[in-house]
């Protein structure tokens, strides 16, 4: 290593793996009290292995306290593990046992690889009556996956809540090729919901019961009544009304210029210099 101050200078780097908090011990998993009643709020950064005990944990409380109104909030939630997501919707899926969640479809000549997935409800499931989901243009897969599940269940009780999702109803699969020591992850299936819909590669905004459209705002942590998402999010469970996601909506209360802001399906996720095909198929997997 080269530097104007010190010269050349030989350094020894070691690699470590740093564990991700996909559920945040400050903001992660709340409970929100809007006019005497008591919200559950989840926030899930990414869908991977560790982020099980946590949300296993807040939905235990949640149904301990007899919650059955959730915000869940996928705003920055690129995806990742189905398995995750199959969870959240035992978790979610307290009063739906054995309920279709998703079927997993291949192209025609692959349908002997289709599977369906229902809802096994565990000791922590809840049973919601009513749901806002929060996303953004950075909402993909996993976190889609999720909310779809549960359109034909809640209908006009589901809402979205800030601005349309990304649109991957499709999944991979991996391949290795030992023999150039090659993993290949295939865009190989899409992802219905027990009404068989899985055509929102235009978000799912168009498909759900209700939206409200809300700027993404800096101004309060994650979580916070006072922030406009989750705002939003309490003013449609309790029956207020709201301003539906549009193309140029701006959401009642968001500053000036935050109609670019809402319109987050233009702008360009966040990708590495040089990314992996992982990342190339999936914007935002780090």
Known sequence: ????????????????????????????????ADGGR???????????????????????????????????DFRYNGGGLVSTAELMGDLLGGNRANDIFSRLVYRASKSQFNSVNRIAPRPESVAPTRIAFISTGATASASELVINAFIPFLGPDLALIGSDTFGKPVGQIAEDRPQCDDRLRIVAF????????????????????????????????????????????LDFLAGRSCQPISA????????????????????????????????????GIF
């Not at 559950?40 to 409380?61: C, M, V």
């Not at 009404?195 to 590669?201: H, L, M, N, S």
């Not at 992996?276 to 914007?283: D, G, H, R, Y």
């Open 1 to 32: 290593m080269t530097d104007s101050a010190n010269g050349t200078r030989t350094l020894s780097l070691t690699k470590a793996d740093f564990d991700l908090d996909p559920v945040s011990p400050r903001y992660g998993a709340q409970v929100l």
């Open 38 to 72: 008591e919200v559950g709020y989840i926030n899930l950064r990414t869908f991977i292995e560790t982020a099980d005990p946590a949300l296993t944990a807040a939905f235990d409380d949640f149904r301990a306290r007899g919650i059955t109104e959730f915000i869940v």
């Open 190 to 233: 899409a992802s219905e919901n027990s009404a068989g819909d899985a055509d929102y590669f235009d978000g799912l905004a168009g498909t759900v019961g209700a939206t409200c459209a809300a700027g993404d705002d800096i101004a309060f942590p994650l979580g916070d009544p006072r922030e406009n998402s989750v705002a939003r999010a």
């Open 248 to 283: 140029t909506s701006v959401a009642p209360g968001a500053e000036a210029g935050q109609a670019e802001a809402l319109q987050l399906r233009q702008r360009t996720m966040l990708m590495p210099s040089r990314p992996n095909p992982a990342q190339i198929n999936s914007p």
